[in-house]
């Protein structure tokens, strides 16, 4: 039953002081009759004091005592999966296949940290025993925040992958649920809540807080007992966080994932003999209604004969596209008034616009695109820009006047295999991931995924957000010299109870000192 109370350290708190806000269907525009609860200051600060009051406990727990609570976490979200996908469909419009695919990511997302767990491998164990004894390894930051992201009710947010890996670390966490979803975000609050208590953990490892005011979150983030911050969202919300952090007495981390427009470089060979390009990126451009970070924004196109109008063959695919509304009013209405600043703008060659959906093709020639900077902004939406060069050349400058990117990708064919080489050493310098096939929307968890890019596409590139390294975000490394084995950490000791594949002096090996 979703209460609107804010949970503050296991305990389900109501307020009377406490301003309250609803949730919107946002393809009924009704408000879902829920009042839930802003975080007051008095909850925000007993919550921090039980995060930072239960670090030591949970930092000390077993890599097999995480597993464990994350796979009753499992468990107990998929006691309330109908629930939850009830709620997530009423709060975001999304349909019932994207709400199904969004819960099995999450689940799946849990599992790999579980499997990272029986591994140990993030541990990092370094050993080097001649000379001064001398043992690495990396260890848990302390309270971290992270933030419910408004786009994936459900792999972003409470249980996503900044909360699980955060977990897996040995963090206690504190969500700021987006209000957005707030319902939903409840919801898999109490399956962790059910969790914490079910494995007899310290309670105060986990807290969940509601609020539509930038005050919860500004509270939290300036706390001097907060060591750590994730969030996934606009570039004002997270370049404001690390801000906030950077001016702390004792500045924290934040790892912010900022959005991108993810240009995609068309080679001319591939453009005459690939005829199947503008049925892929418009089905990518409004997958998710483009409210995915990883929508293609920007298409670059090498057309020296001018023959190929992208655009207007991109925009033949979503002209009767039905798609579903954004997640919310203040998205859409952002959205529908940068797509009017461009028409106002008269900086495109021309705009297409579908009849049946909020889809929108621009197309720009490239020394245009190259004088004005605001061009490469991110639409956060179903939109994209095609940007027509008539050289290669002008390709690698576009290539050069691009901001760092979460993801890029360059399409060509065998013949173009010059020119791509080229064009890779300009752009492995902006984004995370580079492709060659295909379309960048969707991304794979798995442990090879990198989710982050050089700023603004997030605020420190060398971490991701997907995939089992998203841990590192929340260790640091500990080294112990000369220190007796009974003191050492069992990662750490001679007989390796643990059973770790350890790097000794320089070999990777399993086997006691």
């Not at 609570?69 to 994207?98: C, D, H, M, N, V």
């Not at 999450?106 to 790999?112: A, H, K």
């Not at 260790?475 to 000794?504: E, F, S, T, W």
Request: proline share 5%; glycine share 8%; charged share 20%.
């Amino acid at each position: 039953m979703i209460t609107g109370k804010n949970l503050v350290a296991g305990n389900w708190e109501h307020s009377e002081s406490s301003a309250v806000f609803q949730t919107v269907n946002p393809k009924t525009k009704t408000a879902l009759g829920i009042n839930h609860q802003e975080a007051t200051t008095i909850q925000i600060e007993t919550a921090v004091q039980a995060a930072a009051s239960s670090f030591e406990v949970f930092a000390e727990s077993s890599f097999e005592d995480r597993a464990i609570f994350l796979k009753t976490i499992q468990e107990e979200l998929q006691q309330q999966k109908s629930e939850i996908l009830s709620s997530y469909q009423e709060e975001s419009a999304l349909p019932e296949g994207r709400a199904e695919g969004e819960f099995q990511r999450t689940i799946s997302q849990i599992q790999s940290f579980i499997e990272l767990m029986d591994n140990g491998s993030f541990s990092e164990v370094k050993i080097h025993t001649q000379g001064p004894d001398l043992r690495k390894m990396n260890f848990p930051l302390g309270p971290i925040v992270v933030f419910g992201a408004s786009n994936f009710p459900l792999a972003f947010s409470t249980a996503g992958g900044d909360t699980i890996s955060a977990f897996a670390a040995g963090c206690p966490v504190i969500v700021k649920a987006h209000p957005f979803h707030a319902a939903t975000s409840e919801l898999v609050a109490q399956a962790i809540a059910k969790a914490v208590a079910k494995c007899r953990l310290p309670l105060g490892i986990f807290s969940h807080l509601g609020g539509q005011s930038h005050d919860v979150g500004g509270q939290l983030v300036s706390h001097p007992l907060i060591k750590g911050v994730g969030f996934t969202g606009s570039y004002s919300g997270g370049k404001a966080l690390y801000d906030l952090a950077q001016k702390r007495e004792e500045p924290i981390p934040v790892f912010a994932e900022m959005g991108s427009i993810n240009p995609v470089f068309i080679l001319e060979n591939k453009l005459k003999s690939d005829y199947s390009l503008a049925e892929s990126l418009a089905q990518s451009i409004t997958l998710g209604t483009g409210q995915f970070c990883t929508n293609p924004g920007l298409i670059v196109i090498c057309d020296p004969s001018g023959a190929h109008d992208l655009a207007v063959e991109i925009s033949k695919h979503t002209a009767s596209m039905n798609i579903p509304p954004m997640v919310h009013d203040s998205i859409q209405n952002k959205y529908d008034k940068q797509i009017v600043d461009f028409k106002s703008s008269g900086l495109l060659k021309s705009m297409h616009h579908s009849s049946t959906c909020s889809a929108v093709i621009g197309s720009v020639g490239a020394q245009d695109f190259l004088n004005n900077k605001n061009l490469s902004e991110e639409v956060f939406g179903p939109f994209t820009l095609v940007v027509n060069c008539n050289s290669a050349d002008q390709m690698l400058a576009v290539a050069s006047a691009l901001e760092g990117q979460l993801t890029v990708s360059i399409l060509g064919d065998p013949s173009d295999k010059g020119i791509a080489k080229v064009l890779l050493s300009k752009l492995r310098t902006k984004a995370g991931r580079i492709l060659f096939e295909g379309v960048p929307t969707g991304v794979a968890v798995t442990d090879a995924m990198q989710h982050g890019g050089p700023f603004p596409a997030s605020s420190d590139s060398r971490f991701t957000s997907v995939g089992t390294d998203a841990i590192y975000r929340w260790l640091r490394p500990v080294a112990y010299q000369d220190c007796p084995d009974n003191l050492l950490p069992d990662a750490l000791k001679n007989k390796n109870p643990l059973g770790l594949q350890r790097n000794v002096n320089g070999k990777i090996t399993g086997s006691e000192i």
